[in-house]
C-alpha cells in the first residue's frame, strides 16, 4: 500500500502549480550518441523546486510495458491507472534515467483536489546539469533490459537545443 501523496502546498511547489509553470529553466537536448534526448537545467535549480510536471494521458492500465508510462498507486472505481506520455507529453518525458545519483524525483501530489504527478529537484541542479530521476526496479523488470549508464555530454558540441 502506498502512503497518501502530499499536498503541493506540503512541497512548496502550489504557486508554481496554480500558474502552469515550472520553476526552473530547462531544455531538451539531442544526446546523439546516446540514441535520445536529455532535459538539462538552463538556469541554477534549487532543492524542492518544481522541475517540470509529467504530463501525459490517463488511461487504464495494462500489462504492456509503456516505456513512457507511470503507474498509479491510486485506482478509479477499482481500476488500475497509468499515466502516458508515449503520444502525448511535454518535456518530461525526456527526463532520463540514474540509479546511483539521482538529483531529482518524480512525485504523486495532489493539487486543488487533483492527482498530479512532478518531477522535484532533490538537490541543486547547476546549469548545464541533466536532470535525472531513479526509474525504479519495477520498471527496468518490466521493461526486459538492464539500465545502462548514460555517456558524459558536452553541452556546447555538437547537440540540438529546445528551450522550455
Known amino acids: 500500500m502506498y502512503p497518501p501523496a502530499p499536498t503541493?502546498?506540503?512541497?512548496?511547489?502550489?504557486?508554481?502549480?496554480?500558474a502552469s509553470r515550472t520553476e526552473a529553466i530547462i531544455e531538451i537536448i539531442d544526446l546523439e550518441e546516446a540514441g535520445g534526448y536529455g532535459v538539462f537545467a538552463v538556469e541554477p535549480i534549487s532543492i524542492g523546486s518544481l522541475v517540470i510536471e509529467y504530463a501525459g494521458l490517463v488511461a487504464p492500465a495494462t500489462d504492456e510495458f509503456d516505456p513512457y508510462g507511470l503507474s498509479y498507486a491510486e485506482t478509479l472505481a477499482g481500476e488500475r491507472l497509468r499515466l502516458s506520455a508515449r503520444r502525448f507529453g511535454n518535456a518530461a518525458r525526456f527526463v532520463?534515467?540514474?540509479?546511483?545519483?539521482?538529483?531529482?524525483?518524480?512525485?504523486?501530489v495532489v493539487h486543488r483536489g487533483l492527482l498530479r504527478v512532478v518531477i522535484v529537484a532533490r538537490e541543486g541542479i547547476a546549469p548545464g546539469g541533466q536532470v535525472l530521476v531513479d526509474y525504479g526496479d519495477a520498471y527496468w523488470r518490466a521493461s526486459g533490459v538492464a539500465p545502462r549508464p548514460l555517456p558524459r555530454l558536452l553541452v556546447d558540441v555538437g547537440t540540438d537545443r529546445y528551450r522550455f
Not at 8 to 18: H, K, M, R
Open 8 to 18: 503541493s502546498e506540503d512541497l512548496g511547489i502550489e504557486e508554481a502549480l496554480d
Open 96 to 108: 532520463n534515467h540514474a540509479s546511483v545519483k539521482p538529483n531529482a524525483e518524480i512525485v504523486r
